[in-house]
């Protein structure tokens, strides 16, 4: 058997839905203290100071600690039933089609949440590695249970669930530097859809 692992957003997605799900997930309060704290360090992050994985723990602090986890579980369903499906790359559609008519292990590796990504995957047979908010007595602490899945954490993770070894082919998708480390597990690795010169 090969497996495929998969970006998702930019990827799969045309596009940021972590970004969208903080959007439509919020509460007015949680918007108001998002405008407050969040400028400062989205500064930071644009002028390179903050890197983007240290960007999303923040914003993933401020957009869900303390919050019920049905309440986040729930938009997290909605979103994955109503608001992904809509963002859906054709080219990526296609390639997901081919990977499961060949009988390939689909996994999606993505920094975006679990919330909704475990529902969409699901919906689909698709496993899943990604970036799990941590829960403590029914309500989210705000902190992701096994850090941002980006960078170097991506291999890190999949490599925690998959014995890679075990696979006679291995592809990788993805569409910025963050995917980089991933295409290293890689037999054959695609930024934006295109062969990875360095695999």
């Not at 579980?73 to 296609?94: F, I, K, M, S, T």
């Not at 499961?100 to 919906?123: F, R, T």
């Not at 890679?164 to 480390?181: N, V």
Request: hydrophobic fraction near 40%.
């Amino acid at each position: 058997m090969n497996i495929a692992l998969f970006d998702f957003d930019g990827t799969i997605t045309n596009a940021d839905m972590y970004t969208k799900f903080l959007h439509f997930s919020g509460t007015r309060r949680r918007a108001l203290l998002a405008k407050i704290v969040l400028p400062p360090f989205f500064i930071l992050y644009k002028v390179g100071v903050i890197p983007a994985p240290r960007m999303r723990t923040i914003a993933s602090f401020v957009a869900f600690s303390g919050r019920k986890v049905d309440e986040v579980a729930a938009a997290g369903e909605e979103y994955a039933a109503d608001v992904v499906p809509n963002h859906l790359r054709e080219v990526a559609l296609n390639k997901l089609k081919w990977h499961k008519n060949n009988g390939d292990q689909i996994v999606i590796v993505s920094a975006s949440l679990d919330v909704y990504l475990k529902p969409w995957c699901a919906q689909n047979g698709f496993a899943l590695v990604c970036s799990e908010l941590e829960v403590d007595s029914g309500r989210f602490s705000g902190r992701y249970v096994n850090g941002d899945c980006s960078c170097a954490n991506k291999p890190k993770l999949i490599g925690s669930k998959f014995e890679l070894e075990q696979y006679e082919q291995i592809y990788a998708y993805g569409d910025t530097k963050e995917d980089l480390a991933m295409f290293s597990v890689a037999d054959e690795a695609y930024l934006n859809w295109e062969p990875h010169p360095e695999r």
